[in-house]
């Protein structure tokens, strides 16, 4: 049956007919707009929004508490203004607060996000994108970097374990500000990577802090060490992407866009 005459025709986007995804980020960040302009398959557009930081000081333990305290006051605000763009998807560019309090921590986590963004909107967070990229590859014991303190670490590895992976060690390099978490050193990087996490009876090293961005360097990491080695910008890209069955596979960024 043909419309009345003068009805408007549906229109499809064409600026990101493949996929719209909104970003949250940190205003403190840098990290992610950087990976994720890295990653961009055709039709597919990233939406950045940012939540307000007041409080970056990540010095101490309990600075990094007024921390995840200060952010959980603006982040909502950033999740409904980002909505007002009418992404497909949403992606959430920060990982501390998704591994506060294990599994459950994280499950609260998204579904307070789901107050704003409703049932039915995909969602990606960072926990839950570096769970799925683990068990993409099979791995059973890990170890972990984290741009965080002592208390943040401890977060990680309790959402690790309790995810059923064996957490055989994490460097948390103790970043004084949310700030200078991007601008931490490769060098500081690999040798973490390379003389305290990587051991024969460890199948995977993971990054969690998406201000510090590994893209560029551990993909070689992976080939010299023969195992993954997953930062969690790359980990959330493609949840977010295979979630909306987007599988265009990039070569050169890591083995998980390579081979799943």
Same mark, same amino acid.
């Given at each position: ?6 009805? @408007? ?23 992610? %707009? ?7 398959? @055709? ?28 952010? +959980? ?12 763009? %009418? ?59 984290? @741009? ?34 991007? &601008? ?54 493609? &949840? ?6 987007? &599988? ?10 390579? +081979?799943?």
């Amino acid at each position: 049956m043909n419309a009345p005459p003068g009805t @408007p025709k549906a229109q499809e986007p064409w600026i990101g007919s493949r996929g719209r995804i909104g970003v949250i980020i940190p205003s403190t960040n840098i990290a992610v %707009e950087y990976d994720c302009q890295r990653l961009i398959p @055709p039709g597919v557009t990233w939406h950045f929004g940012r939540f307000s930081v007041g409080q970056p000081d990540l010095s101490s333990d309990n600075m990094f508490l007024a921390f995840i305290e200060d952010i +959980r006051k603006t982040l909502p605000l950033a999740v409904r203004d980002i909505m007002t763009c %009418e992404p497909g998807y949403i992606m959430m560019g920060m990982s501390a607060e998704t591994f506060w309090g294990g599994l459950s921590g994280n499950a609260e986590f998204e579904a307070r996000l789901r107050e704003y963004i409703g049932p039915e909107m995909g969602l990606t967070s960072g926990a839950t994108a570096l769970k799925q990229a683990l068990d993409a590859f099979g791995a059973k014991s890990v170890a972990a970097l984290t @741009p965080y303190q002592p208390i943040g670490d401890e977060q990680v590895r309790r959402f690790l374990e309790e995810s059923g992976y064996t957490v055989r060690n994490i460097v948390g390099l103790k970043c004084d500000s949310a700030t200078s978490i991007a &601008h931490t050193p490769p060098r500081e990087v690999l040798d973490a990577v390379l003389n305290q996490l990587d051991a024969d009876n460890v199948d995977a090293i993971v990054q969690t802090g998406t201000n510090l961005s590994t893209i560029d360097i551990f993909p070689t990491l992976e080939r010299q060490l023969g195992k993954p080695v997953i930062p969690i910008n790359v980990a959330t890209i493609w &949840h977010a992407l295979r979630a909306q069955g987007i &599988h265009d596979r990039f070569f050169g960024r890591g083995w998980l866009l390579e +081979r799943f």
